[in-house]
């Protein structure tokens, strides 16, 4: 038995939009092709949200297919943390909206901004809580629209994003055979223009002039942004088979962020982790940011490639920049 409480993952739930783009689809209005896109990132497709939707509506769907999957109500909830770049607005937090929707009125309720590594980042915070005792029931949401926020004039980035979002419910649990066993959590600012959206904020606030310079738009430097991704993912795998004391073959699978097929190829083949252990989903909804995590791992599940027992490796880096790892046994 463990002397605290481990958070364990009792529900996971997806929720993506209907509406398909295909490379081909791009093809037709931007100056790139299925060749060139598959053959860089691994991306054959992506989901695009369709009016109406918005980053806290998908969460809430996706929130309540994680409940259904946990067998729990919303009103059991104590904390809802929606991990996103894409918010519903500036204020209040995406998460009170999914409070709202949910009507989980015993939760508190915020959003953090970690970029890619946001879900993780949401599930370290959700497992201090729930390990200090604070809380028992923690809902954890990564939802991105970044399509809202694509620029579809510069093919270097608007092949890559998609839209979606999946969720994690939480739950104390102290049988010693389930939970985390293991976060890290780095960042360094000093990378920040990576991968950023220069106006909008306080540093640059919205007027005709931001909008006409397409200011409002991810901007990324991709080269950079390979390298730091290559590296970090390489060293959150080491880092964290060698914190759990695991070699290659105690792990059942590896859950990357999904960010390009090459860079997890390079990362993974460096650690010496065969490709029959990684989850590879980026052909089908791109890179979906906080989303990318969550998706991977339960459509995992659903394939029946994990399942209550297995230990998964979970690694992500984005934004910020940011990057953080998780272990933890199903
Ligand atoms: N279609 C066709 N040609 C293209 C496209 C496109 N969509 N985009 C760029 N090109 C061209 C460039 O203009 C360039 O042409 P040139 O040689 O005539 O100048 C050529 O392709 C090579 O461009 P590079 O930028 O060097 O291509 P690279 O092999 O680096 O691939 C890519 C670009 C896919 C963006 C890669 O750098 C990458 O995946 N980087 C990681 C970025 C990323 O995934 N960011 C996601 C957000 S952050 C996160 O999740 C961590």
Not at 77 to 100: G, H, K, N, R, Y
Not at 254 to 266: C, D, T
Request: net charge negative; proline share 3%.
């Amino acid at each position: 038995m463990p002397d605290s409480p481990r958070a364990a993952i009792k529900g996971l739930g997806v929720a993506v939009p209907d509406r398909v783009l295909t490379n081909t689809d791009l093809e037709s209005f931007v100056d790139t092709s299925d060749e060139w896109i598959v053959q860089r990132t691994g991306i054959r497709q992506r989901r695009v949200v369709s009016n109406g939707q918005t980053t806290a509506s998908l969460a809430a769907d996706a929130a309540k297919a994680a409940l259904n999957d946990a067998g729990l109500d919303a009103g059991e909830l104590d904390l809802i943390i929606c991990a996103t770049v894409c918010p519903e607005m500036i204020l209040p937090a995406t998460a009170c909206f999914i409070q709202s929707e949910l009507a989980a009125t015993r939760a508190a309720a915020f959003d953090l901004n970690a970029a890619c590594s946001g879900w993780l980042y949401a599930l370290t915070v959700a497992d201090q809580f729930i390990r200090t005792g604070t809380y028992n029931r923690v809902l954890v949401v990564g939802s991105e629209t970044l399509t809202r926020f694509t620029d579809y004039t510069d093919r270097a980035t608007c092949v890559l994003f998609g839209d979606g979002a999946g969720a994690a419910v939480l739950e104390a649990d102290d049988s010693g055979l389930r939970g985390i066993l293991y976060n890290v959590m780095h960042a360094d600012g000093s990378g920040w223009d990576f991968i950023h959206v220069p106006a909008g904020g306080a540093r640059e606030v919205a007027s005709h002039r931001t909008v006409a310079e397409r200011k409002h738009f991810i901007k990324m430097r991709g080269r950079d942004v390979y390298k730091f991704a290559v590296e970090k993912m390489q060293w959150l795998l080491a880092d964290c088979t060698k914190a759990c004391g695991l070699s290659p073959d105690d792990v059942d699978l590896v859950v990357p962020h999904q960010v390009n097929v090459r860079i997890i190829k390079s990362a993974t083949d460096k650690v010496g982790l065969p490709l029959d252990k990684v989850y590879i989903n980026i052909d089908r909804y791109g890179n979906t940011s906080a989303a990318s995590i969550p998706l991977a791992l339960a459509e995992a599940r659903q394939d029946g490639r994990i399942g209550v027992g297995s230990l998964v490796l979970l690694v992500a880096f984005g934004a910020g920049l940011t990057w953080a790892g998780t272990v933890v046994r199903l």
